[in-house]
């Protein structure tokens, strides 16, 4: 992890136990007037507060709470972070791209004033000492808008650090207890231990060419204290022995991940993804042709759920892995390549899959259209899911994914995205509105057109890409 803003700049009252941050200046415990200093080291206004909101802040620094678990969830208003505490109480982190800038905790005193809470000064403060890496000074005292900000732009990194957050989190209020620099950085360290060993497992995950990083290793034992090369070895299983050596060893963990990159973590699991994809496609088609059986019964429904599943794991571990580290513009280019592969593969099955079959297939009487042809179910007229059901199972299928990208990350499959434009709208009867996706993706490709032709500030042209080119020429000949 990187180092935090207390071990570099440690100003008036840092370094000690936390929730025990001093006042940058001397004021009287229980109002400070000026700003007071957390033990992450960051500065908190309290000129503005009225007294109670004060007494808030400075109470929540100096808790003593305990975080139990941290999992992230699905709901009706967006995907969250909930840090479960000691105390009966859970707080809530929400994707900035989904709610915008939104935290909340579910204790009374929150939910009766909306105002910051001690629970969320406190994990704020903590967030903040593992995770964040900018400066702090006094004439930067943070306010309550300032708090919610940062709070919500944390949501990447508490993913990329999720399995071990917890245990680091509750370790670092003992350790930072004993005011030692030393204590601070063996905690903090991304090569302590228990932060190592998710790594591990990714970087090992790479060499199986079915099992994801979140699915490999459950059979790998915990490292013995006992550092000794005996308990290293785990007899039949190379994999579990490198896994014991590089948690422990930090030399043998840099040397891995000094051949397998960030990147090459990236690229085996977003690939995994794919072969799933085309794995789905494939048990349709073979459900399609053969009928249900012990072990396939895959049908309209159940395909179209996998697809979306599979559509929020990429862009979810593609977030996670951005949020730890920038990407090659090559895995990053790969993840628009895979969805609009997967936005093909529906296209491509625009029709009743079942008009054809020589089994007999039982039916209700009052079948949906959409449950025999995958493309009604998923882009053209997807089923009313109820308001509590994830978003991803609500959202414009790839379309909306491949919105929340930067255009340069899928500028080079504007043909192939013209193309998946033009079939929607062939399907489409000229009497009816064309389905949401329709609109959305071509509102996408005017938008990146019109900027790839857009003049520069020195009213010199800019040359347009070659897909803005080929796109303005096949309008322009319609």
């Not at 909930?82 to 859970?90: C, D, H, I, T, W």
């Not at 192939?416 to 709208?425: E, F, G, V, Y």
Request: charged share 25%; aromatic share 8%.
């Amino acid at each position: 992890m990187p180092t935090t803003r207390s071990q570099r700049a440690r100003g008036p009252g840092s370094g000690r136990a936390r929730g025990r941050g001093g006042p940058a200046t001397s004021q009287s415990a229980s109002a400070p007037a000026g700003p007071v200093q957390g033990h992450s080291g960051l500065f908190y206004n309290l000129r503005d507060m009225s007294p109670s909101s004060a007494d808030r802040a400075t109470s929540g620094i100096r808790a003593d709470f305990f975080v139990d678990r941290v999992r992230r969830h699905e709901s009706e208003r967006g995907a969250y972070f909930a840090f479960q505490l000691n105390r009966p109480v859970s707080v809530r982190i929400y994707n900035p791209i989904e709610r915008g800038q939104h935290v909340e905790c579910t204790c009374e005193e929150f939910r009766a004033s909306q105002e910051i809470c001690v629970h969320l000064y406190w994990l704020f403060d903590g967030l903040n000492a593992l995770l964040d890496t900018s400066t702090a000074s006094a004439t930067d005292a943070l306010g309550r808008m300032d708090i919610i900000t940062r709070a919500s732009a944390l949501y990447g990194m508490i993913g990329s650090q999720l399995p071990s957050l917890p245990t680091i989190l509750n370790a670092s209020h003992d350790e930072l207890a004993s005011d030692s620099d030393d204590a601070v950085e063996a905690i903090l360290s991304p090569t302590f231990p228990d932060a190592r060993a998710e790594q591990v497992r990714d970087m090992l995950s790479v060499f199986d060419n079915a099992r994801l990083p979140d699915e490999f290793g459950h059979d790998f034992t915990n490292v013995p204290p006992d550092e000794t090369p005996q308990n290293f070895y785990v007899p039949n299983s190379l994999a579990a022995t490198i896994y014991r050596l590089a948690v422990r060893d930090e030399s043998v963990f840099r040397r891995l991940r000094r051949v397998i990159t960030h990147d090459v973590c990236a690229n085996a699991h977003f690939a995994k993804l794919r072969a799933r994809a085309r794995e789905t496609f494939a048990r349709l088609d073979s459900y399609v042709e053969n009928g249900p059986s012990e072990s396939n019964d895959q049908d309209i429904p159940r395909t179209a759920r996998m697809l979306r599943s599979i559509v929020d794991q990429i862009c979810h571990i593609q977030n996670l892995r951005t949020s730890s580290g920038p990407l090659s513009p090559t895995v990053v280019t790969k993840v628009a390549e895979i969805l609009v592969e997967i936005l093909q593969e529906v296209c491509n099955r625009n029709e009743d899959v079942y008009y054809r079959i020589d089994w007999e297939r039982d039916v209700s009487g009052d079948e949906p259209e959409r449950n025999r042809n995958l493309y009604s179910y998923l882009i053209d007229d997807p089923p009313r899911f109820s308001a509590s059901s994830a978003n991803w199972m609500k959202e414009t299928f790839v379309i909306d994914r491949l919105r929340q990208m930067p255009a340069n990350e899928w500028r080079h499959l504007i043909e192939r995205l013209t193309s998946i434009l033009d079939q929607i709208r062939e399907f489409t009867p000229d009497e009816d509105q064309p389905p949401p996706a329709y609109t959305k993706l071509d509102r996408m490709i005017q938008e990146y057109t019109a900027e790839a032709f857009e003049p520069s500030s020195s009213s010199v042209q800019r040359r347009p890409t070659l897909g803005g080119q080929r796109e303005s020429q096949r309008r322009r000949l319609e």
